[in-house]
């Protein structure tokens, strides 16, 4: 798969154990094994992909105000990368 300037799981290896997942506006908190996400969408697999998938739920997904929208974000990624 092509990177396309995406973080992809690999990059996390000897970083993180676990990727924490949050969002202030609609409260999802969640915290992911990094390795089982590599067995699961493998070392190339894109982040941006998967956090679509997994907010694909969201209430504030599709909110028609741009300023009310889904903010998932991984609060651990600035300090590791």
Do not use: E, N
């Not at 973080?7 to 949050?22: E, S």
């Amino acid at each position: 798969m092509r990177r396309d300037g995406s973080l992809v799981f690999g990059d996390l290896l000897g970083k993180l154990t676990t990727l924490a997942v949050v969002c202030d506006k609609c409260g999802r908190r969640g915290r992911y094994s990094v390795s089982r996400l590599i067995a699961q969408h493998g070392a190339d697999g894109k982040m941006t992909d998967w956090r679509a998938a997994i907010t694909a739920d969201c209430p504030k997904r599709r909110s028609l105000d741009m300023s009310d929208q889904c903010g998932a974000r991984s609060p651990d990624l600035p300090k590791v990368l």
